[in-house]
């Protein structure tokens, strides 16, 4: 019978030990996995082989060509370079930069410019505290119609990089018979601006917006419709890009860029003028060039409105700027340095 009892407690100690170190075991296995699935891929603590290997290969710069840096050549033909968004197959690609080229040429060569700028000011006080609050509001819309012929252009060159976007040189063959024109171009750039602070506290919001639609008379049935947004919150962005009918998806990658001129920065270059390239081409590329549009068109004709209002315990003010021009604008400079665009306009008022 001792026996018996001792034998029994030997096989529910021996088989609570077993239990245990299950428990044991699976409390391990799920603490790797947990770090494995969820802890190292939220905090970035393991690397996947796949990305490290392409922000490896990202480190080496692509090199464009030096038709890059001439972005729009004017006489009896005109010429203009294109990019589409990253991430595409290559035929897609070159028929998204190739609308992007012809759209550009038309905004750079007819625009009709309308911008408002608010600079607000608030200034609150109740016995020993006070609220001061400033807003500075500018937006821009840039919009043109472009009616041409799409058989007369001709891709000239082209180059499908390693992050997947596609670029192209083509060149229109300016008619003076507008009447053979059938085809129509309609586009539409944005580019708002916000910076508000309260006290200490500051704000900054920059939306560009840039849409295009294409409609050829050859084939009116199936109008051609682009449209790309970025839009940038303090140190957070977000881009959508549509191209006929369906979404573009942005990966986040190393986008480094190099060229055979070795460019340099000088005392007259403004800081403005740079736009980071860290996003790909075409987003430097059209941030630039909307930013420009909206300073230009506030350095030319506008009309200043002014509307202050003061109170024994407020004090509140606007100042109002409007500006509606129609503008042909040409390329002063266009470089890369350090892995920017430098983009740098200059615009004359068509009367």
């Known amino acids: 019978m001792k026996f018996l009892v001792v034998l029994l407690t030997t096989i529910i100690i021996g088989s609570y030990s077993n239990a ?26 393991e690397e996947d082989t796949t990305d490290a290997i392409r922000r490896l290969y990202d480190r080496i710069p692509e090199k464009l060509p030096d038709w890059v840096f001439h972005p729009v050549e ?45 600079d607000y ?80 506290k500051k704000e900054k919001i920059e939306f560009f917006n840039f849409t295009v639609q294409d409609n050829l008379f050859s084939n009116d049935s199936s109008d051609l419709f682009a449209q790309y947004n970025y839009k940038v919150i303090n140190r957070g962005y977000d881009i959508y890009s549509l191209y006929n009918n369906k979404p573009i998806d942005f990966v986040e990658r190393t986008y480094n860029y190099r060229c055979n001129a070795d460019y ?22 059209i941030s630039g060039v909307l930013s420009n549009f909206t300073n230009i068109s506030k350095q030319l004709s506008s009309q200043v409105k002014n509307s202050n209002d003061f109170y024994t315990l407020k004090t509140e003010g606007l100042i109002r700027t409007v ?29």
């Open 264 to 285: 340099q920065s000088d005392s007259a270059d403004l800081e403005f003028n740079y736009f980071r390239l860290n996003r790909g081409l075409w987003n430097a590329y």
């Open 121 to 200: 000011t608030n200034l609150k006080e109740s016995g020993k505290y006070s609220l001061y609050t400033t807003k500075f509001q500018d937006f821009s819309l840039s919009k043109t119609v472009l009616p041409y012929t799409d058989s007369l252009i001709t891709v000239l060159d082209t180059l499908y990089t390693k992050y997947q976007e596609g670029i192209v040189l083509i060149e229109f063959q300016n008619q003076a018979d507008s009447l053979q024109h059938k085809d129509t171009l309609t586009i539409k750039g944005e580019h708002l601006q916000v910076f508000i602070e309260r006290n200490f």
């Open 74 to 118: 004017l006489g009896e033909s005109s010429r203009i370079v294109g990019y589409s968004d990253p991430n595409m197959e290559k035929e897609e690609a070159y028929k998204q930069a190739i609308l992007r080229a012809k759209a550009m040429y038309a905004l750079l060569k007819t625009c009709n410019v309308s911008n408002i700028t608010d």
């Open 20 to 45: 245990q170190e299950d428990n044991t075991k699976l409390i391990d296995y799920d603490k790797e996995n947990y770090e494995e699935n969820v802890f190292n891929k939220e905090f970035d603590e």
């Open 323 to 351: 500006a509606r021009n129609k503008i042909t604008f040409r390329f002063n400079n266009f470089k890369m340095v350090d892995n920017q665009f430098y983009i740098d306009l200059n615009g004359i008022i068509i009367q």
